[in-house]
């Protein structure tokens, strides 16, 4: 089983306790992802993230309707925290948010390590479908967070 890494960093201008805090909230998740995939958090609000908690979603991909659940593994307030897929799309999925104050504001950094399901066909539905797709979600990321918060 292949696995690749997503990396992307981003500067806000507002405090890190702040900026924590944002992303703790898994409402937000919705305002930080593309409306072209229909996501929407299934677990009953306020979900209290720490070690432990798992948050079911839904979405689309590609118009084809598919369950996630993740699970935070790491939490480590206001530094970052990790989740990480226990049910959905890929085969394997570990995301690692960081957060460092840094300039009169906060740095972000999303590291993803994900593993393609598909076999023998896992890489060309990596550099044909599934890179290009995270690229676009994660440009979309960057630039709502930009639009809430700088």
């Known amino acids: 089983m292949r696995e690749y890494t997503l990396e992307s960093e981003q500067w806000l201008p507002r405090p890190l306790e702040e900026v924590f805090a944002f992303f703790s909230d898994a409402r937000n998740l919705d305002r930080i992802t593309p409306p072209w995939l229909r996501f929407q958090v ?53 995301h690692r948010h960081s957060f460092e104050a840094r300039d009169g504001g906060t740095l972000v950094r999303d590291q993803v390590a994900y593993s393609v399901p598909g076999g023998w066909l896992a890489p060309f539905l990596q550099r044909v479908l599934v890179g290009r797709d995270l690229e676009r979600i994660f440009a979309f990321r960057r630039a709502a967070l930009r639009g809430l918060m700088g």
Do not use: C
Not at 52 to 62: C, F, M, N, W
């Open 42 to 94: 299934l677990t009953p609000q306020p979900v209290r993230l720490q070690p432990g908690a798992r948050i079911d979603y839904k979405l689309r991909l590609r118009g084809i309707p598919l369950r996630w659940q993740s699970e935070i593994t790491h939490w480590d307030p206001p530094r970052g925290f990790v989740d990480e897929q226990r049910r959905g799309p890929y085969r394997r999925w570990r």
